[in-house]
Structure formats: structure tokens, C-alpha cells
Antibody, heavy 117, light 107 residues
Framework: QVQLVQSGAEVKKPGASVKVSCKASHYTFRNFGITWVRQAPGQGLEWMGWIRVYNGNTDYAQNLQGRVTMTTDTSTTTAYMELRSLRSDDTAIYYC??????????WGQGTLVTVSS | DIQMTQSPSSLSASVGDRVTITCRASQSISISLNWYQQKPGKAPQLLIYGASSLQSGVPSRFSGSGSGTDFTLAISGLEPEDSATYYCLQSYSAPWTFGQGTKAEIK
């Protein structure tokens, strides 16, 4: 069964950076993309962007441009999402999901990132 | 950006009922529309992709329809475990956008 396992919860101060990992298993990592989605407490889902694993192409949400970087390591079948210059409104659960032809199908369990002074 | 307007924002129905949730796109998105179910404290789960294709392992009481700008998720024969929040997602063009969500309560 396809599995995406994310790194653990993080607490960061405003202005810091966070890097969330997403370890994929039980499928051919290069053949799919990875999408990142976040969910602020009690709120809906927000698409952050995606990365094509086979060529590294990315597309980021406009409101995160310049602060977010998505990468993958094919040797360890792990995807990463780094968010810089954190603000309090970046407090959210961050999800990775396997993306197949525009369809995020299997999701990680989520990583809570709390930004607080 | 394509806006997705989802309705209703909440619903309450009884076990065995049939309910529908709609999503309207601000421009045509062909059939690039997915539906997700999210339970509290859990990641979203894909129910329907390509507007009407049932994801493997999802009960057949879930169905999707529509194309262009208007889409519907139907749940026939509600079960207690269907209590959740449902979201639509358009993946026609970036930025992909979600509907605001529909919270379903099963009486």
C-alpha cells in the first residue's frame, strides 16, 4: 500500500525556517509528483504547490513565492518542503500527497508547524 | 485564479438519506475536479477524481457528476461513518483551489 510518512511536529519562532520531510514508499517515486497542502487551525485546505519528481519542476502558490522551496531526494524517496521567514499565520498542519495526473491521491499524516514567540 | 464555490457549508441528515454537495467553478475546468473526505484529526481522503471516477476502495454510495463549471458529490444511503467535512479541488490550472468545505452531520 502506498505510504507517505511525514516528519514530526515543529515549534518555530517568527522569522525562522522549517523543513518538513515526506518519506514515500511502496510505489515508483519518480513516476509521480508530490503536492503540498496546508490547513490552518479550524480552517479549510490551501494548496501550496507541487513538484514533479522526475525533472524537479515546481509550481508554487503566488502568496508563498519567495518563501517556499520544494525538493525531492530520489535516493531516499523523500520529498521536502521548506518555508522561510515564518509568521504566526503560517501555523498550520502541513500535508504532502502523491500526485497522479492532477489528482492528489495518497496523503501523509500531516505535520503540525506552530509559529510562536 | 479559479474560485470554487461549495455549498452548502453544512448539512444535517439521517442514516439512509441521500445528500448532495455542489461545487461551482468561476470558469470552465473540464472534468479536473476531485472530491475529498476529511475526518477530524485525519488527512483528507480521495473519494472521486476526474469529476466522476470512484477512487479504489471507496464505497459505491459515493458518486460524482458534472463538467465545465458545475459539479455534484452525492452520497446515497448515508452511514454514520460519513460524518466528516467534504472538499472539492480543481486541478485544471494552477493555483489549484479548494472549495470552502461542507461539514456533514449524521443524525
Amino acid at each position: 500500500q502506498v505510504q507517505l510518512v511525514q516528519s514530526g511536529a515543529e515549534v518555530k519562532k517568527p522569522g525562522a525556517s522549517v523543513k518538513v520531510s515526506c518519506k514515500a514508499s511502496h510505489y515508483t517515486f519518480r513516476n509521480f509528483g508530490i503536492t503540498w497542502v496546508r490547513q490552518a487551525p479550524g480552517q479549510g485546505l490551501e494548496w501550496m504547490g507541487w513538484i514533479r519528481v522526475y525533472n524537479g519542476n515546481t509550481d508554487y502558490a503566488q502568496n508563498l513565492q519567495g518563501r517556499v522551496t520544494m525538493t525531492t531526494d530520489t535516493s531516499t524517496t523523500t520529498a521536502y518542503m521548506e518555508l522561510r521567514s515564518l509568521r504566526s499565520d503560517d501555523t498550520a498542519i502541513y500535508y504532502c500527497a502523491r500526485e497522479s495526473a492532477g489528482n492528489p491521491d495518497f496523503w501523509g499524516q500531516g505535520t503540525l508547524v506552530t509559529v510562536s514567540s | 485564479d479559479i474560485q470554487m464555490t461549495q455549498s452548502p457549508s453544512s448539512l444535517s441528515a439521517s442514516v439512509g438519506d441521500r445528500v448532495t454537495i455542489t461545487c461551482r467553478a468561476s470558469q470552465s475546468i473540464s472534468i479536473s475536479l476531485n472530491w475529498y473526505q476529511q475526518k477530524p484529526g485525519k488527512a483528507p481522503q480521495l473519494l472521486i477524481y476526474g469529476a466522476s471516477s470512484l477512487q479504489s476502495g471507496v464505497p459505491s454510495r459515493f458518486s460524482g457528476s458534472g463538467s465545465g463549471t458545475d459539479f455534484t458529490l452525492a452520497i446515497s444511503g448515508l452511514e454514520p461513518e460519513d460524518s466528516a467535512t467534504y472538499y472539492c479541488l480543481q486541478s485544471y490550472s494552477a493555483p489549484w483551489t479548494f472549495g470552502q468545505g461542507t461539514k456533514a452531520e449524521i443524525k
